[in-house]
């Protein structure tokens, strides 16, 4: 049978009768609760280190996205044109997911860059095969066209589910 604190380690609790007390805890039992706020923070600088690699990964996403495509995204969306934010939008989720993917099976932060610019990579190629069944397609995002935007952006979306998927090894 496992003693009052080995019993603590293994399930954290509050309770003054499972956490015998000494000199260093407090009567009312807050102690544990302590304890358990430390060691959640405890993963505080790790969650900084992939939030701001996801953060970074994205800016070069976007960067690196929309001077590929020869419709100017940005200037679209200030012009309140949806199809180019729908696009946009949707692509942003197909990059993200493997992001998302790699972060959570990346055994390190370069590991998870590395199958960010993949991710990057998969998702310019599938802007150029969506292109093929449909001829002018940035053309047509630039002139509003819903269809074409859609096309595109769950087709990005699509790729980018896949290559989450494919991430888990």
């Not at 009768?17 to 807050?30: A, K, T």
């Not at 800016?59 to 934010?85: G, K, S």
């Not at 993949?118 to 940035?138: D, E």
Request: aromatic letters at 8%; one cysteine or more.
């Amino acid at each position: 049978m496992l003693s009052p604190v080995e019993l603590n380690l293994i399930w954290p609790c509050t309770d003054q009768r499972i956490v015998p007390s000494s000199r260093h805890m407090i009567r009312d039992g807050s102690w544990g609760a302590r304890r358990m706020i430390l060691q959640s923070l405890a993963g505080l600088p790790a969650f900084l280190v992939y939030f701001c690699t996801a953060l970074i990964a994205v800016v070069a996403y976007l960067f690196v996205y929309t001077r590929i495509t020869p419709h100017d995204e940005f200037q679209l969306i200030r012009d309140n044109d949806p199809a180019a934010a729908i696009a946009l939008g949707l692509s942003l989720l197909g990059f993200a997911l493997p992001v998302v993917s790699a972060i959570a099976h990346s055994a390190n932060v370069l590991d998870c860059l590395i199958w960010s610019i993949i991710a990057l990579i998969v998702q310019i190629i599938v802007y150029f095969i969506v292109k093929i069944p449909v001829p002018n397609l940035s053309g047509r995002i630039a002139a509003g066209e819903m269809a074409a935007a859609i096309w595109l952006g769950l087709s990005s979306l699509a790729a980018g589910a896949l290559n989450a998927a494919c991430m888990i090894y």
